[in-house]
């Protein structure tokens, strides 16, 4: 099966500033199962991005996703205060839905 | 306007079976393509998948927790039950259901899941 790390564990920016989480598979991964979510306390996740790259509906432009085989990135490119949270990846395969640990994105 | 909405008892005794229903709205379960799916997070963890069922009856379980789960749908009325037997304390979560759809290029995949309940906590005490 595989596994899913992703770091840095707790990533402190500021407003503004450009995040980079990094999500690595264990074994090379289907990017094409390849998804990314945010948490916000209290809240249920809201999924950003499917297929490794591609936005879901109503995420704006700022979020973007890239990455292949083990190795696959979310960027932010400029934090707005709403975009503090936490942050899944997801994948899928041999019939098994996998979440990894988290980043937690927090306000410097 | 597609919603999920989860429901059941907010307190279950260790051993009991847990029953929870997804309610939802705004899709049907037997458009080609789509799941729904029971997804949990203990307090302060992450994220567990456990289960999915799919527009045509396909079912997946989490390896782990197979023999103690159980999930069925009935499309008339827009419902997804999951049920978990022989509940313990580490079982306290909140308990989301999600539809899980595809996406299509020359060939489909899934997409993720694109919309969620507002969740469950559910207490094993």
């Known amino acids: 099966d595989i596994v899913l790390t992703q770091s840095p564990g707790t990533l402190s920016l500021s407003p503004g500033e450009r995040a980079t989480l990094s999500c690595r598979a264990s074994q090379r991964a289907n990017s094409n199962y390849l998804s990314w979510y945010q948490q916000k306390p209290g809240q249920a996740p809201r999924l950003l991005i499917y297929g490794a790259s591609s936005r879901a509906t109503g995420i704006p432009d700022r979020f973007s996703g890239s990455g292949s085989g083990t190795d696959f990135t979310l960027t932010i490119s400029r934090l707005e205060p709403e975009d503090f949270g936490v942050y899944y990846c997801?994948?899928?395969?041999?019939?098994?839905?996998?979440f990894g640990p988290g980043t937690k994105l927090e306000v410097k | 306007q597609i919603t999920l909405n989860e429901s059941g008892p907010t307190l279950v005794k260790p051993t009991q079976t847990l029953t929870l229903t997804c309610t939802f709205s705004g899709f049907s379960l037997s458009t080609s393509g789509l799941g729904v799916a029971w997804i949990r997070q203990p307090p302060g963890k992450a994220l567990d998948w456990l289960a999915v069922i799919y527009w045509d009856d396909e079912t997946l379980y989490s390896p782990s927790l197979k023999s103690r789960l159980s999930i069925t749908k009935d499309t008339s009325i827009n419902q997804v039950v999951l049920t978990m037997t022989n509940m313990d304390s580490v079982d306290t979560a909140t308990y989301y259901c999600a539809r899980l759809s595809p996406y299509c290029t020359t060939s489909c995949f899934l997409a993720g899941f694109d919309y969620w309940g507002q969740g469950a906590l559910i207490t094993v005490s």
């Open positions: 997801q994948h899928f395969r041999n019939s098994l839905f996998t």
